[in-house]
């Protein structure tokens, strides 16, 4: 027996309904596009309220019908988000989407496919090779590299980190498990967290990484590398990968690739890049010499969900050789991967080259975005960016009150206030300063951006590759740091030094 009202198939066959639902979120669609400013980035959050009405322990007995649902959507939901496409949110290493990416989202949860199987996904699988195959030529890797999208870059540092591991400690690893070697990884003291995680997950240790020390920018220093490499090799400790970051997250710093590409050809080690940040940097004029040693990089990994707009989540796992991931991925699940099955080719099942057995259309979103805009239309974007985070940066460091806490690499700019009032005040009382008004912030609405420890010392951090952060709007947030500082200092005078 069919209800009524409110099926979903009933929905779909009630052309009326549909109409209206889809006027409704066109527009909803439409007033997130074309007003970006005209709301705060951060709304009053009601703590004890969102949760009267998002915490229940069981779902509802009765649906309230989709028009209901979209009421309690934009009034409820969408009015208590953090707009991340708001000019002034500097919070993490993206900002909002692509319009065409978030169509291209809708569209791919439309076709539904799972790019597991080629006879599942014939169209798709072709353009998930090909867009691997775009990205790994635009961050400068060697003819033939290609890879897979999978969810997130941790979830591909993780990938990343098995394919070293399988290929450089023996060929039983798969069937053995790894034992207890003694092994290592080099890396930054200022990697991501997933490397440590990863480690964990695939059984090495936390212990087995071995954190090279760092400049200001949380970059590797090589003598240092060197010294840990022979330190590792002293006690018998086999290092079989090392990590070189582009983007460092808190820093947007780069590893010194090519140096340690030249360092670690020779001693059969692992070249992991985890470009989920920095890719884009590869397409600006400056940032291609940061890349130079990727050309010798056994796996990479970059975020289109990043500086390239796609929404979350949306990753590439790139490799010289891709089928080496079937070496390592393949199972021999006969109902879904079919005997004899296609040779490593354009037809060949993206199931057999990962952990993801549902694997979402994901390519789709970089795909359209570049179909619709172009290569160069992201060269033009990523170097504008650039020129901007320079120029923010360059206007800081000329202000007195403030202080950019190094040279930039990338759009990533860590700072820090410091008015002659602060000269020789405890650096515990800074700190705090720069809690307070950063919260601040938060409260008034105007921005989300965020803050970090270098040196021990707490600094504000505000990632710049928002397409509608302005130069007026940073020197309103700046003028607002430095009203908010001096309020703080009014209120809790420094202590005298
Ligand atoms: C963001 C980031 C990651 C994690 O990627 P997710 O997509 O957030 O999982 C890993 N490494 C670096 C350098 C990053 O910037």
Redesign the pocket.
Known sequence: MQKEQDTWLQDSHNQDAIDQIMDRIASVLKDHYENPNEADCVPPIDLDRLKAMFVHDQPPEEGIGFEAALDHFQNDIMANSIRTWHPLFLNQ?FAGASFPAIIGDLLAGMLNPTLATFEASPAGTLIERSVATWMAHMIGMPEGSSGIFLP??????LLALTVARDTKLGPDIRQKGVGVQKVGILVSAG??Y?IANSAHMLGLGTDSVIRVKTNERNEMLIDDFKEKLAMCEAEGRRVFATVA?????VTGGFDPLAEIAELCRDKDIHIHV?????GAMALTQDGKKLFRGIEVADTV?W?A??WLHSP??C?VLLLPNPTLLKAVFASNASYLFHEPDHEPDATDDLGQYTLLCGKRFDALKVWLLFKIYGRRYFQELADERWEFAKQVHGWLAKDPDFEPAYELRSPVLCFRYTPAALDGVDQEYCDRLHRWCRRQTMEKGLALFNMSKLKRRVVYRAILINPLSTMAKMEELFENLRELGQQFMRENPPPTA
């Not at 997130?152 to 540092?157: A, D, E, H, R, V």
């Not at 985890?274 to 920095?278: K, N, T, Y």
């Open positions: 290493m997130g870059g941790s979830m591909s540092n990697c991501h997933s970051t582009c983007g460092i997250t985890d470009a989920a940040f920095g990994i975020d969900h990043k979350l989540t990753t």
